[in-house]
């Protein structure tokens, strides 16, 4: 087949086309904006997820009636684990001063009594401390006696897991979704072309062309279709983006010290050679059952 | 079908391919015993047999219904033979595989009643079609179109939009079409059904010019004033069968072809 011809003739037809086509790209492109915004929550998810799962901490919560000696030598023993980094005493004062400072409720949170926020131990993990390891150190910290409870924040990561686990299933079921749409839509249009340049095809099939000829400007146009509707769902979600990200970084950044970020350089790759690659099935499957000659 | 993978049952049928001398001093196109049938008890076709020598030019005539038309689709291929063998260049183009049709088409120039121009082409795509599905290179393609313009009197006319032109027009356009890439054989299916007299007489010419250049042509018509004004040879399908009228028959007695024979 010549790809110089089939080219040439796949723009006329876009040109020819054009109405039919803008209204199959915009469609196809709100799918994808759709599949778009899913994958930029499972990037955040998983970026957030790696960066807490790397920086590991554990919270010791002492007894009031705990002995200062006893506080001195667990940290003594604390600082000299290897996979400890730091190690901050916080004190009930503190630890009421920050709720209240970050709550941000009202007045009545202030006559709260002192026992409701105990002295504590924050203690951060060096970089790539596994979630096991972290959980092995926290029970072992456990037993010492001026420790009256551990928080290692081992529910909270599974449910970060599990939402991660979500997130990833409803990509994967748009996805297909997505793929079902375009094929579909760029199936219909395609179908919609080959009736409307009908006499085209039959005037080149009497001149002898293959069917290969007949068939590659069609195929063509459903792949440009699939990547101009990826294209333009990335684009839409990249302005989105810029539009945004600022002011929510900044809530992002107050509550969990995270900023987010936008989709890896492969995910958009992915997104617009799948969509070419789509779209051109999409069309191929469509032209193989209309313009069977 | 196949797509890129092409199937190329003869050398001859390849773009481009002249035929060798012992195919020459063979007839062109051999119909053996041909049977079409569209109802099972009546064939429009019963027993056809014609051969067509190299060069000729056959008037095919019948009333309307006579099948005129599946004759000639019998030989581009439109249509399957039920019985009997169609030779084209000595090759049996009723065993010829659905991937291998296109190139038996390379060597064929159609032309129909209707014309079959794109309106929303211009006049040198419309011409230039035929070409490109070979593959040709641009630059031979658009000096091509120009000479095969010029031959059917539509020199310098390439870039002018289809739709503006009138009837006459239009089938030059598409006699251009089908003589650009030089086939063997020239099918015309009543070219002139749709034009006035006078422009029949002048598309009958062109097709008699295009004749003299060595092309093969089989014209079909039921238009009795027109085949009685020319001296060709004439093949009249009658109930299904051919019948060869005499040559230098210019007068056309009554109504029915029956007549013919004698
Ligand atoms: N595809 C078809 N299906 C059924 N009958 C057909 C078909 N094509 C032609 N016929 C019949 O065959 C006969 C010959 O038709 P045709 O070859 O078109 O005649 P002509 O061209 O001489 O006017 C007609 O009776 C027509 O009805
Ligand atoms: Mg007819």
């Known amino acids: ?293 | 079908m196949q797509g890129t993978k092409v199937v190329r049952p003869f050398p001859f049928f390849r773009a481009g391919a002249r035929a060798s001398q012992p195919q020459l001093s063979k007839p062109i196109l051999v119909l053996e015993d041909v049977y079409k049938f569209f109802r099972p008890d009546q064939p429009t076709l019963r027993g056809v047999n014609l051969l067509v020598d190299r060069g000729e030019f056959v008037f095919i005539t019948g009333p309307s219904g006579a099948g005129k038309s599946t004759l000639l689709k019998l030989v581009y291929r439109e249509l399957t033979v039920d019985e009997g063998r169609v030779l084209f260049c000595g090759r049996d183009i009723g065993r010829l595989t659905d991937g291998s049709v296109p190139f038996l088409r390379r060597n064929l120039g159609i032309v129909f009643q209707d014309f079959r121009i794109i309106d929303h082409w211009t006049v040198f795509e419309n011409v230039a079609v035929a070409l490109e599905i070979l593959s040709i290179p641009q630059r031979l393609i658009r000096s091509r179109v120009a000479e095969a313009l010029e031959r059917v009197g539509l020199a310098g006319r390439g870039p002018e939009q289809t739709s503006n032109l009138s009837g006459g027009e239009k089938q030059r356009v598409a006699i251009a079409r089908a003589i650009v890439p030089e086939p063997a054989l020239i099918l015309a299916d009543e070219p002139t059904g749709n034009l006035d007299p006078h422009l029949a007489i002048d598309i009958l010419t062109l097709f008699e010019e295009i004749n003299a250049t060595g092309t093969t042509v089989l014209f079909a018509t039921h238009d009795h004033s027109l085949i009685s004004k020319r001296d060709h040879r004439l093949v009249a399908i009658d109930e299904g069968r051919v019948v060869e009228a005499q040559k230098g028959l210019k007068h056309w007695p009554g109504s029915g072809i029956h007549t013919l024979v004698g």
Not at chain 1, 15 to 34: D, H, K, M, N
Not at chain 1, 171 to 179: F, S
Not at chain 1, 224 to 236: D, E, I, M, R
């Open chain 1, 1 to 293: 087949m010549d790809v110089k011809s089939a080219m040439t003739r796949a723009r006329r037809g876009l040109r020819e086309e054009r109405r039919l086509y803008v209204v199959a790209v915009t469609s196809l492109a709100v799918a994808f904006l759709c599949l778009g915004a899913t994958l930029l929550g499972v990037t955040n998810l998983d970026a957030a997820a790696t960066r807490w799962g790397h920086s590991g901490r554990i919270t010791l919560f002492l007894k009031d009636d705990a002995d200062p000696q006893d506080i001195a030598q667990l940290r003594v023993v604390l600082e000299g684990l290897g996979d400890v980094s730091e190690v901050t005493h916080v004190t009930p004062e503190q630890a009421r001063a920050s709720f209240l400072e970050e709550a941000d409720v009202g007045a009545d949170l202030g006559s709260l009594p002192s026992e409701v926020f105990p002295a504590s131990l924050e203690v951060t993990l060096v970089n790539g401390v596994t979630r096991e390891r972290s959980e092995s150190i926290a029970s072992r910290l456990g037993q010492f006696r001026a420790v009256s409870d551990v928080e290692s924040y081992r529910g909270w990561f599974e449910k970060l897991d599990h939402l991660l686990w979500g997130a990833r299933m409803l990509a994967a079921g748009l996805a297909l979704l997505v793929v079902f749409c375009v094929v579909a839509v760029i199936g219909n249009t395609i179908r919609l072309a080959v009736a409307r340049r009908r006499q085209e095809i039959e005037v080149m099939k009497l001149c002898g062309a293959t069917n290969g000829f007949v068939r590659g400007p069609f195929v063509l146009e459903g792949m440009f279709q699939g990547f101009a509707s990826a294209l333009l769902a990335v684009l839409a979600l990249l302005a989105g983006y810029l539009a945004l990200h600022e002011p929510v970084d900044s809530t992002l950044a107050a509550l969990t010290g995270s900023r987010i970020v936008f989709l890896s350089a492969w995910t958009m790759l992915a997104l617009l050679l799948g969509g070419a690659l789509i779209g051109a099935i999409g069309s191929a499957l469509s032209v193989r059952r209309y313009l069977s000659v």
